[in-house]
């Protein structure tokens, strides 16, 4: 987690969606994704719609097409389940290729596809556009409960402590000599996972002792806010704007 | 288990997403109460802890392995309410940071792996340890069961939001008897090494061990005689009322929602409807091979008219529970503004 | 020789842990405006729990703890914090912001400073540390030795009445060591100093306490301290192979 992932995910750069205040992007990817998921799955044409429209945007960003779609296989399980969907879902059949498949589930199949792939393409984009610490002051600002906000913050700060703390115990396993191949093998693990526990919580009361030590009370000082102008606003918000046209004739037509 | 967008209707996620809110909420207060002032870094470190052990790949036969929910673990070593912020925290990063789970998805999962998985397994672990004897012996058997079924409860639980709200019509026996069977499976592992964990941490530091601090604390008085802390049996019972009404208030809130939002989820063809009507509407249609599942067959299904209404119960849906689910904070955050805790200053 | 405007004034300080096990048997000592003092010791002499009484963090013993003139007690804790930085052992405890900035704005920021003064005071101290371009980095892409700089840092930006350091020079190279011993030299506030690590006491410290069984076994000049060798046998403190404290000039 942390930094690796993060550097991995994050792209850095100057573009007008890297500009934008984090908590207007974050609106405008939930709304979108809200906006996808309510338009009828019969209305083909209007998810072609919101992929053309994520295609400017990651445009826009200069995200190139590889990175996005590379980040796409996170969906891959999924997939594997809507395949199968036509085949044992109920209702109508249709014979294709001499393979006897469900209406209901290839239109499921199709739903779960396409709303899930634009669902992860829009967070892609955000988290590609974002870094780890302008998406918690976004989180911030848009009202999630400030302890909820600490929590997750450092959650990012220890994620890759944890890991790495987690990473040596491995390599102090394995130049012991210790690999694990099966279930007779589970005991080490959890004595591992319970060694990184205790690690893990009095990593955290010595990180409550040095916050106590520099006057916390309770409640973190606000030392960042971050503010959008309307025109922000308005950039960020085209794009469920104009997703929202496009599923509102999606239901019309 | 993380479910992407879209395969859960729009009514039904926003209903979860109000019961996610409610329990998040609950769980604000209550991990304070848990961890007090520690609440936020110690939350922190113990959801930095859950996420590192998902990546914990434990091998289970030749070429494939599995990884821990955590739910279980988080809920016996720092007590239920700090451990439905760690994996709600955990489930929320995943969803913003790394795509893993639909945005709109997010209140079905953290329904689903973060509430369904701590309550039960809690409740499972609290019931049994009321019931073995008080040895340590038992906290690890406890810990074994609550795993066991907390995995398989969640796997329950999705079904019935699947049920309520699947965009597809894949008969809810399947979906039940392919989640519930993978689950099982996946459950033994997650008991096995959950027992073990907790196991290994309470051989080292059992004070530790949220789930098992009464076992603890009876013993330390049989130790020192007069060393009893007086005020511990006192604070709880002052506690208890403000949660309660806490409680019944998210409750209520979350009932009248659900109801609400579900009324309108009800004209929506794929949503309650069907399953409430499944077996009286499609008499006429022909009988599949897979007619044994108990909910098997639905009727095709009348698109014309229930479109429309469809789409209202979505906006309307998401917009009750943007609007509830920030009333639920701004009364919180109003109400722990109000009591400035003196707790807070003793360190 | 109580100097008339003693930093820190502990009298008489006892303390033992709910488990019974009692850690200070009562310690007195007093350190002067700008002394730089080293606080030797064995391990579990009590040095970090005396270092926890003197913000606060560990009380309700017997005896007192004074931090320019104003008592340690609950009614002036969050002005005891201001006044005492301690810079623990491991950064990445101290460390716990996403952001250098924002880690050392954390303290005068609880403390209610906004705005350009917060600015301000993140900047200076930064300055003093050398790590001003690294203001916007996260903490765990630093070095171990530029993550204790800026550790430093977060406790300077609280313009401390005295600086407590605990095992400043644990886990550094060389060169960051030196790097650390000129920042502490320029620095112009108390400094209290705890430590195994007998030359960088030596080099930075004109004065040192030792710390035995939870009492000061003795107190003077650190050179004359670590060339009396039956009382470092006596209280298990040993000098590196080769190290000779009477051959040393310091620099302090």
Redesign the interface.
């Known amino acids: 987690m942390g930094a690796g992932h993060t550097h991995r995910l994050y792209r850095h750069g100057h573009s007008p969606v890297h500009g934008l205040p984090p908590h207007t992007k974050l609106a405008a990817a939930f709304l979108f994704v809200v906006v996808v998921v309510s338009t009828p799955r019969e209305a083909m044409w209007a998810f072609a719609v919101y992929a053309v429209l994520l295609a400017v945007v990651a445009y826009q960003a200069r995200v190139p097409a590889r990175f996005l779609l590379g980040r796409l296989l996170i969906e891959v399980p999924f997939v594997a389940f809507a395949v199968l969907m036509p085949f044992v879902a109920e209702g109508e059949r249709v014979h294709v290729l001499g393979l006897s498949l469900s209406v209901n589930g290839l239109w499921g199949a199709w739903n779960v596809l396409a709303k899930g792939t634009l669902g992860v393409a829009a967070s892609v984009l955000l988290a590609a556009t974002t870094e780890l610490r302008e998406l918690l002051l976004g989180l911030q600002r848009l009202k999630l409960p400030p302890l909820l906000v600490q929590i997750a913050s450092f959650m990012i700060r220890y994620g890759d402590v944890i890991t790495d703390e987690m990473r040596r115990m491995r390599i102090a396993r394995e130049s012991r000599g210790f690999e694990a191949k099966g279930v007779r093998h589970w005991g080490v693990l959890a004595k591992s996972a319970g060694a990184l526990f205790i690690r893990s919580y009095e990593r955290g009361e010595r990180v409550h002792l040095a916050m106590v030590s520099r006057g916390y009370a309770g409640s973190m000082p606000v030392i960042d806010e971050v503010t959008a102008s309307g025109a922000q606003w308005r950039h960020a918000l085209a794009l469920p704007c104009a997703a929202l046209v496009v599923c509102l004739l999606g239901w019309m037509l | 288990m993380h479910v992407p967008d879209g395969f859960i209707d729009a009514p039904t996620s926003a209903v979860t997403g109000v019961v996610a809110a409610g329990a998040l909420a609950v769980s604000l207060r209550g991990a304070r109460r848990e961890l007090d002032e520690r609440t936020a870094p110690l939350a922190g470190l113990v959801a930095a802890f859950i996420f590192a052990v998902q990546m914990l790949n434990f091998p289970v036969a030749a070429g494939t392995s599995g990884h821990l929910l955590g739910g279980a673990l988080a809920a016996i070593l720092v007590g239920p309410y700090t451990a439905v912020l760690c994996v709600s925290v955990v489930l929320l990063m995943q969803g913003v940071l790394f795509a893993d789970g639909g945005l709109t998805a997010l209140g079905v999962n953290i329904t689903d792996m973060a509430i369904v998985t701590t309550v039960v397994s809690y409740a499972v672990f609290r019931g049994l340890l009321a019931v073995l004897p008080r040895k340590r012996r038992s906290v690890t058997v406890a810990s074994f069961v609550a795993a066991l079924v907390s995995v398989p409860a969640a796997a329950v639980a999705f079904t019935l939001i699947y049920a309520v709200g699947g965009t597809t019509d894949v008969s809810i026996g399947k979906v039940a008897t392919a989640m519930i069977g993978v689950h099982v499976l996946i459950g033994v592992g997650e008991a096995v090494i959950t027992a073990l964990t907790v196991g290994a941490v309470i051989a080292v530091r059992p004070d530790l061990v949220y789930g098992a601090r009464g076992l603890r604390q009876r013993l330390q008085l049989r130790v020192n005689g007069a060393l009893v802390d007086a005020p511990a049996p006192t604070a709880p019972v002052a506690a208890r009322t403000s949660r309660r009404t806490l409680w019944v208030t998210g409750l209520v809130t979350s009932l009248v929602l659900a109801g609400f939002v579900s009324f309108y989820a009800s004209a929506n063809p794929d949503g309650l409807e069907k399953v409430a009507h499944d077996k009286g509407i499609d008499k006429k249609e022909k009988e599949h091979t897979s007619a044994g599942s108990p909910l098997a067959d639905y009727g095709v299904k009348d698109v014309s008219d229930a479109r429309l209404s469809g789409g209202l119960a979505g906006v309307i849906g998401v917009g009750v529970t943007v609007v509830a689910g920030s009333a639920v904070f701004w009364s919180l955050r109003r109400r722990r503004g109000d009591d400035v805790s003196p707790v807070n200053t003793g360190v | 020789m109580v100097p008339v405007t003693a930093s820190l004034e502990v009298s008489g300080l006892a303390f033992a842990y709910p488990d019974g096990h009692q850690a200070l048997f009562g310690v007195d000592f007093s350190i002067a405006r700008g002394e730089r003092v080293a606080l030797l010791g064995p391990n579990g002499a009590g040095k970090t729990t005396l270092v926890?009484h003197l913000?606060?963090?560990l009380g309700g013993g017997t005896g007192t703890v004074t931090v320019a003139g104003l008592p340690v007690s609950?009614q002036h804790?969050?002005a005891i914090?201001?006044k005492?930085?301690?810079v623990?052992q491991?950064p990445?405890?101290?460390l716990?912001?996403?952001?250098v900035r924002?880690d050392v704005?954390?303290?005068p920021?609880?403390?209610g400073i906004k705005g350009a003064a917060?600015e301000e005071r993140v900047h200076t101290a930064l300055e003093r540390v050398g790590m001003r371009e690294f203001a916007d980095r996260?903490?765990?892409?630093l070095s171990f030795g530029q993550r204790r700089r800026v550790a430093v840092a977060?406790?300077l930006a609280?313009e401390p009445e005295i600086l407590v350091l605990d095992e400043p020079s644990s886990n550094l190279d060389p060169a960051s060591r030196r790097e650390l011993a000129d920042i502490l030299r320029s620095l112009d506030v108390t400094v209290l100093m705890v430590t195994h690590d007998l030359p960088y006491a030596l080099e930075l410290c004109p004065r040192s306490l030792v710390l035995s069984d939870g009492v000061i076994a003795a107190d003077g000049p650190t050179g004359a301290l670590l060339s009396d060798e039956e009382l470092m046998r006596a209280h298990r403190l040993e000098l590196p192979f080769g190290f000779d404290p009477k051959s040393v000039t310091t620099g302090a």
């Open positions: 926890l913000n606060g963090i609950r804790m969050a914090r201001q005492v930085g301690i623990f491991d990445d405890d101290q716990f912001m996403p952001t924002e704005a954390f303290g920021a609880a403390a917060l996260p903490p765990h892409h977060t406790v609280m």
